[in-house]
Structures are given as structure tokens and as C-alpha cells.
């Protein structure tokens, strides 16, 4: 499977960014969806994520109520919009997709997008 992650770049604090994740290689509606991010010095951390067929989402506490996750099925992908951007969310940006089978774990990352926010 194949994850392709883009919309990153420099942002203004208060401001928008939208990241999308295509998706190929892989049956992407049987999969949940996820962004984490790594900041640098920092460990990789669960940004969202949402389940295979959409509904209900789960967001990290420094991200709830500014971040909305979202997908696509029928396009293969997932999107981040991050509203109300900190200089605190400035990170690498990684899409992942996860499914279990009953020979274990299907895990699959992107190569991550930088978003930085600064004045």
C-alpha cells in the first residue's frame, strides 16, 4: 500500500491549512485512517483518526475543537483541515492506515508533509 500525503507548508498563526492523503494499493474503505505528527526532538503523536466507514472520530486534547478529520471513500483519501493553527502544531504531518487480518497488524505510513506555523 501506498500512502501520498500533501497541503502541508508555512502558515501564520490563526490560520488554515488543509492536508490531504491519497491512497493506493490497498482496499482503503476496510482501513482506519489516521494522522500523527513529529515534532522535532518530540515523539511521533496521534493527531485523529476515523474508522472505515466514517463516523465517529477521536482527536488528540491539544487539537479537539480546531482540527476535523475526514474521508473520502469513494476518492481514496483522508483529510486533515486544521483551523485556528499555534506555533505548538508545527510538525511533520503523517497520514496512516491501519486494518487487522488474522495474520495480524496491516499498517502502512505516508513519507509526512511539513506544516509550519510562524510569523
Known amino acids: 500500500g501506498l500512502l501520498v500525503e500533501s497541503g502541508g507548508g508555512l502558515v501564520q498563526p490563526g490560520g488554515s491549512l488543509r492536508l490531504s492523503c491519497a491512497a493506493s494499493g490497498f482496499t482503503f474503505s476496510s482501513y482506519v485512517m489516521s494522522w500523527y505528527r513529529q515534532a522535532p526532538g518530540k515523539e511521533r503523536e496521534s493527531v485523529a483518526r476515523?474508522?472505515?466507514?466514517?463516523?465517529?472520530?477521536n482527536y488528540a486534547d491539544s487539537v479537539k475543537g480546531r482540527f476535523t478529520i475526514s474521508r473520502d471513500n469513494a476518492k481514496n483519501t483522508v483529510y486533515l483541515q486544521m483551523n485556528s493553527l499555534k506555533p505548538e502544531d508545527t510538525a511533520v504531518y503523517y497520514c496512516n492506515a491501519q486494518t487487522w487480518r488474522s495474520t495480524g497488524l496491516i499498517d502502512y505510513w505516508g513519507q509526512g508533509t511539513q506544516v509550519t506555523v510562524s510569523s
Open positions: 476515523i474508522p472505515s466507514a466514517g463516523g465517529s472520530t
